[in-house]
């Protein structure tokens, strides 16, 4: 019997990066799981739609659709699910629907991985998060994520701040968004400074880079912060997750709306 298909849907962009990252994502994926029939799709700004590839896929197949967004929000709530409810049942694939890949422990790591990479190459003023040129207690974070106009998708942030600080011993974490919500980056910067923190560094919390990631980046070192790390992009800790997701999803069977 063959295993169900994976479609991860991303938010998609209109800057070529981030469908590129994407790619590289899945790439990484198909590499951790042989056998993984994944087909990428993007709820807009890039083809493929979600409509597109399920319609390419053969009707005696069952599909387990992923949202690749890093909360649970209105996308993963409204727009996914009101696309899956469009999709014919007469004709076309059992379809059944994921978790957001965030909330998840692999999720920090990864984090981690990038903002050490930041760190390497950001000069001498810093070294790697667990190396002898960083003191963590001497380091403030600023956990910069997208934002939402839903309070919960900002609070699981806030969250994963707190979790953060207290597993690794920052100086401090902060979340911070880039838009619909505050304080933004540049605020979060200002603000650890003024309460002082020695140095901060910002965590770019978004899967692709981008518009988002951009901003986030532009703002933050003018706003005096010693390093911004990339997005997250095609890490292993972030394919793992997906596969996390897809396992998970095809253990619960969580039949599309």
Not at 50 to 73: F, H, N
Not at 123 to 137: F, K, R
């Given at each position: ?31 951790r799981e042989q ?39 209105y996308h993963s ?115 650890l400074l003024r ?63």
């Amino acid at each position: 019997m063959r295993k169900p298909v994976l479609v991860a849907v991303a938010h998609g962009s209109a800057d070529p990066r981030a469908s590129a990252t994407i790619a590289e994502l899945a790439a990484v994926a198909r590499e951790r799981e042989q056998g993984l029939d994944l087909r990428t799709a993007f709820l807009g700004h890039a083809p493929p739609s979600l409509p597109q590839v399920l319609g390419t896929i053969e009707a005696d197949r069952e599909v387990i659709v992923l949202p690749l967004l890093l909360t649970a929000a209105y996308h993963s709530k409204a727009d996914i699910p009101r696309l899956l409810a469009r999709t014919p049942r007469t004709r076309g694939p059992q379809v059944s629907y994921g978790a957001t890949l965030g909330p998840h422990p692999l999720l920090l790591d990864a984090l981690e991985r990038r903002l050490a990479e930041a760190l390497l190459i950001s000069g001498p003023i810093s070294g790697p998060i667990s190396g002898p040129g960083t003191d963590p207690a001497r380091t403030a974070v600023v956990l910069a994520a997208a934002g939402s106009s839903d309070p919960e998708a900002n609070a699981t942030i806030a969250r994963m701040a707190a979790q953060w600080q207290a597993r690794t011993g920052w100086f401090a974490v902060r979340p911070a968004y880039a838009s619909a919500a505050g304080p933004t980056p540049a605020a979060a910067v200002t603000g650890l400074l003024r309460d002082g923190a020695p140095r901060v560094v910002v965590a770019t919390y978004l899967l692709a880079p981008g518009l988002f990631a951009d901003r986030i980046r532009h703002a933050a070192l003018a706003a005096g912060a010693a390093a911004v790390s990339p997005a997250l992009g095609a890490c292993a800790e972030v394919a793992d997750v997906m596969l996390d997701r897809f396992a998970q999803a095809g253990t619960t069977r969580r039949t599309a709306a």
